[in-house]
Each structure stands twice: as C-alpha cells, then as structure tokens.
C-alpha cells in the first residue's frame, strides 16, 4: 500500500525557492575557498562542504542572514563573487541549481536531458557526496547497486509474461541488424525498443495501456530475415509466433492493469501475478488464509512473493519467489551481491543484511518481517537501501509486489526538515483532523531523512518515485514505526531538466500564484513529500478487527489519498511556520494551487485521448482536487475560467480549501480504519475515474505544443572498483549520457531469468 511517492506534475518548472539576494565578496573561512556556499539552519550555520573554521563559517552565515533580511531554514546560499553588483541574476537562479553547483556538483557541459522519445524524457542524476564517503562505504554503495541491477528481469516478466521475449528479441534486432537505420520503420521500431525499456515491458508505465508499433509485422519480420538465426537461438525463434502476437495482435494483452468496476479484474490484466485464476477464486484463497490467522496481531503479508496459479487438476498453488524457487537465476545473483555488501557492512546494517539474504533463501515471509523490522529500526547506517518485492500497485487486488531496489545514503546538510518533522511526528499525530479513536496514541519509531540515491533498479528505473515511507505492514508501522525518505538528487535532477519549459506561463492564470510558485514551489513539493512519507503513510490506525485488505482494488488509490491529505493539511498549517520549515504561508498556497491545477487538469496530459484515469496516484489526485471542487463549490473555493478560450482553474480561498483538506482527510482515514470498501468505491469511482473528453483534448494540445514530455526517468551512473594488489582501494563514478547502451549493457550484464517462468 503504499510506499512511495511520485511527483505531482511532469511539468515541474524553475526549481521552487529562489535567492531574493545574494552576498558578494564574502570572505573566506579559515583562508579555504569552501565549497562556495553555506547553509543556514535555525541552529546556526553548517558549511555544505569544508574544513574551514567555525568562526569563519559564523561570521559568513551572519553576512547572509543581515543581507537577506529573513531567515529561510535549510536553504544553501551562493557566494556570489562571481555576480557582483548582479542581484537580479542570482534572484532568477533557483535554489537547487545554487546548492548543487555550489557543493560541488560536476556539472559540466553535459545536458541534463539525455534522451527524449515519444511522451518520455531520460535525464541522468548526479551523485553528490560520494567521493567524500569512506572507502567500506563506497565499496558497500557499489555491491548494492550491482545487487540492484540484478533483478530487472524479475520486474519484466511480473509485469506480463511476455515482456523477455519481446525484449530480447527486439535487442537481438538493434545489436545485429546491418541494413539501412535512416528509414521511419527502423526509427520507429527503434523507438518502440526504447519504450519497453523504459516501462519494463510492453505496456505503458504510467497508463497500463499496450504500446501501439508505429512498424509494420510485414517490416520487423524482414528485419529478422536478415539476421543468422543463431543470433537469436532455439528458444526465441521458436517463440517469434508469439512475439508478434503480443506486439501486433491489439486483443493480446491489452492492458497491464485494469482495474475497471465490474470486470474480472484478474482475467482482463496481463500482469503475471496470476495464472489461470479468476478473482473470485484468487480472493477465496487469500481469504481462507486471513480467517486461519485471524487475532494474529502479526499477520504476514500473505502472497506477497509468489505467483498464485491452477494446476491440472484444478488446485490453487502459490509459486514463491526465491532461491530454489521462481525466479531462482535472478535471485541468487542478488543473494550474491548482498552478501558481498554484508562482508563490508557494520552493525547493525551486517545483520540488517543477513535477514534479508535469509529470507531471499526460504521464501518465508515471515523472515521479510524480521527484516522489516530490523531495517526499519537501523537509523545509524549513513548508506542505506531498499531490494525486495515491495509495492503492490501492479497488482489489481494489490496484493502481490512488484520487485524494486535503490541505494542511497544521507543528506545530512538537508535533513534539518525531516528532523524537524519527525521530532514532532506526535503533534501532528494529535492534532490530526481523523477520529480520535483512529489517531494513535503514541507515535513509534518515525524516521525520516534526506537522501541521495546512488543506484536505482526494477520497479524504481527509469522512472522512480521521488519518496518512499517503508515498511507496508500496518502492525509493524505501528509497533515499531516507519523510515521515510526524500530523494534530493532526483527532484534537482527533474527541475534542471524542466528549467524554463514555458510550463507555469501556459497553464497558471493569475501573476500572483506564477510568483508564488517560482519563489516556493519546489520548498512546497519537498514539504509535501516530506509530510506524505515521514508522516502520512504511517499515521492514523486500524480498528479492532481490521486486517487492512479490506479496500481491495481502491486500497492503493485511497492510501495514497490519505497521505496526500495529510500532508496537504500540515502544509497551511502555522505550526510549520512556528518550527521554521517554511517562511510564511505562501509556501503553502503556492503548493496547494499547483496540486489543485494538476489534478483537475494538467496531469491529463498523460491520458491517452478516451481513456480513462487508471493509475492508483493519478486517481489520488483527482479524487481529492474534485471532491474539494465540489465541496467547495457554494463558496467558489475552487473556480473554472476560461480566457481567451483557454480553460484555467485558480483557487480563491486557500484557507476554506485547507479546511476542505481535512475534512476530507477525516473521512478517508475513517474508511481505512473500518475497512468500508463500499464507501471507498464509492468515492474513487465517482471523482478518481472519468475524464471530461473536451478538456482532455486542450490541455494535451496546449501541453505538448510547449514540447514538454509528461513522463520521465532516469540514466544510473556507473561505478567501477578500483583494485591494487588484490585489494579494492578506491570506487570511481562515471555519469554516461547513452540511454540506449545502458539498457543493452543491463541485458547482456543482468539478464539471469529464462523466457519462461
């Protein structure tokens, strides 16, 4: 349910917080140059990156703070000798291009997007801050990312059982193929590749829907004509008949993921959580199962790493995945890799370590808890991670979990906000608009940080969320907490890429709001994220009896709804003022009017014209931005004008919108906590689904004649162990820019598992 967060708008533009000065000339602490800049925190001032004195970085941050007049926590600020008697350049700069560049960042001259196709755009993402870890911890970082790239073909065959077939086959064709690559059928086959690349399969990562060749059969068969049949080898050509079925054929595997009322949700969804088994028949099971544990305060998270299939005889069975089982190739490569990071780790991460690799070896989920557990209470190791069968989205009875890792370590000059906010996780707690009974009494284990990540696989590449609160069991969030995190590097890398695209110019009506958002909005994203995963996701508790399955298909839509509201609410509320994590209010308006406008409209960009709202955030979204529409209604909360024939949607009273927030926040946590399945249907089926067909067609317009693509993801950088007598002594980073030689290089490397699983 619900372990990550995915940004509100493709079309992020400028970098949120702006510098309103700068500081020219400021002197050097110690006679160090610095890094540049320095950070002003409520406490005082912590240079990002020097060995300076502290009288000298004192003396800088009392410079900044007399000059800018105002106190802005957690904000790195430019020295700007370079930009003397220039106040108005570094004004326009925003903060995260300031901070990055500052501390360090090898910027260059490399773009930051690397590759655009279709409706995506691959960016690639810097790494700052490793080369200042210790030598155990840069070898650590590098065997977790060899481990996280071990279980991409995990993630393909979930998402439909064709997907390695297709994947392989098309990669056999673009490495051998020696005809002519300038005709429109090769670039559109070309392109084809690059998009199930980048959604791990054939069908669309965001939407679900099957891709549609822009190549004929007749082409792609010529093609493989010319090709030596050993290129490809026995089990491929004799799967070539299949292969063009689930390319060509458009009522083979229609869609990943359906999750229309009334279908049978399992027989319509080409994901491979399943086989041959109807839902009736998959929730009989699974239910048979919870009632046998019934009263269990520590229940598993029953099918969470296996395939449920009918064998011949009419028998339900699960297929687990682990050493000796499903997926048993791929799995003991990154059982391999992990032991290698256990050999490197300390306490309590070695051990951490060790529970994971037990329970990749026995399939037992109870192991997975143990491991949750200890994981989640580890908040000493400053390199960190997340491998394993996670999230549930892919799932339309969201059950069963996709296969997802990344790797990452600390931010500490950037953790002052999530310290701030986990620390006073109990006030918030209280002062929650849900039901007292629903409330907890007593906040357990909140951990939350800033983090960069340094290696991204299966579920969470290309594209990845931009925050993640783990772990999913309610019993353990309750008796032992969560850990959140926000992913800093990513979402400077999504604004570098998105700078300046003519994206607020287009679609925010009013100056005031534009304003707004260049000056906060990426302070009210990070806020948001912050309060949705270090908070949200783990607030709130279940009723006596409710085992949390209850929501079924609208689980993960209402959980992630619920942890929106959360930190929408906390967001306009004084107290972030009071602890200094924002400056005034306007932090939140500005985020408050983004979320509303990409709600109700902007992120239809990402529909297909007729279909449908599918995906379980995007349903999230619009569920909350339309019932506050309507709630609102009888005092114009939220209004629609059309301008020179050209719809916009502005909020005119922030504050009822707030008060719209928890009400709604109220209601959402009461269907959770009773498991009312009807009353949560009811709500996603009337707000979260259908899309006006007249605004979905302009804002596709307007949207991409501004050339924006609504998705992105991302290109990993690439480590290199150095060794010297045997010994590793060094681990190097290169940032490539080849987004088609990554993904050939991660299937000849990382590609364990047979076509057939």
Known sequence: MSGCCWGVSSGRGVAGEALRGGVSNLPRAGGNALCGSFCVRKGGPVCCRTDGNAAGRTEQAALVRSFCGAFLPDFCYLRAKQYPNDMKKIAAMSFSAIMLASCGSSQDEKPWIVDRFDDVKVIRYEVPGFDELSLEQKELVYYLAEAAKCGRDILFDQNCAMNLAVRRTLETVYENYAGDRTTAEWKALEKYLKKVWFANGIHHHYSNDKFVPEFTEGYLLTVIETIPEEKFGDELNALRGEVCVAIFDPAAYPTRLNQRA???????????????????????????????????????????????????????????????????????????????AQSVAAEPQKSTIASLVDYYRTGDLKKFDDYNIRWVKDTLSNVDFVNGFIEDYGDPLGRKASWEANVNFMDSAACHR?????????????????????????????????????????????????GINLPNADWIRKEYGSKSVTIDNITYAYDMAAHGNGFNEEFVLRAEDRDRMERYGKLADDLHTDLHECLGH???????????????????????????????????????????????????????????????????????????????????????????????????????????????????????????????????QRIKSEGDYEAGRELVERYAVAVDPELHAQVRERYYALGIEPYGGFLNPEYELVERDGKVVDVKIVYPTDYAAQMMGYSKNYSFLPLKN
């Open 418 to 466: 999530t310290a701030v906010i986990s620390e006073n996780a109990q006030w918030f707690e209280d002062h929650s608009p849900a039901a007292p009974e629903y409330r907890k009494k007593e906040v357990k284990g909140v951990s939350a940080k800033v983090i960069t990540v340094a290696m991204l696989g299966g579920d969470c590449y290309p594209a990845t969320p931009i």
């Open 538 to 668: 783990g607030s709130g508790q279940l009723a006596p009896g409710v085992s949390g399955g209850e929501l079924k298909s609208y689980g993960s839509t209402l959980e992630e709804t619920r942890a929106d509201l959360f930190g929408l609410y906390y967001l306009g509320d004084p107290k972030m003022v009071e602890l200094g994590l924002i400056p005034s209010l306007d932090v939140a308006w500005a985020g408050y009017a983004k979320y509303i406008m990409n709600g109700m409209m902007t992120q239809l960009a990402r529909i297909e014209p007729g279909k449908n709202v599918e995906e379980a955030h995007m349903r999230n979204r619009k569920l909350i931005c339309e019932w506050c529409y309507e709630r609102g209604k009888a005092d114009n909360v939220i209004e629609w004008v059309v301008e020179d024939g050209k719809r916009y949607v502005v909020v005119n009273d922030f504050v009822k919108l707030r008060a719209l927030f928890g009400e709604m926040l109220h209601e959402i």
């Open 262 to 340: 009334g279908d049978d949700l399992l027989l319509t969804s080409s994901s491979n959580y399943y086989r041959g088994v109807s839902q009736a028949e998959a929730e009989r099971f699974y239910a048979a199962m919870a009632a046998a544990d019934a009263g269990n305060p520590e229940p598993v998270s029953y099918g969470l790493n296996s395939q449920l299939v009918k064998d011949e005889a009419g028998v339900l069975r699960e297929r687990t995945w682990k050493v000796g089982g499903m997926y048993s190739p791929a799995i003991e490569q990154i059982v391999f890799w992990l032991e290698k």
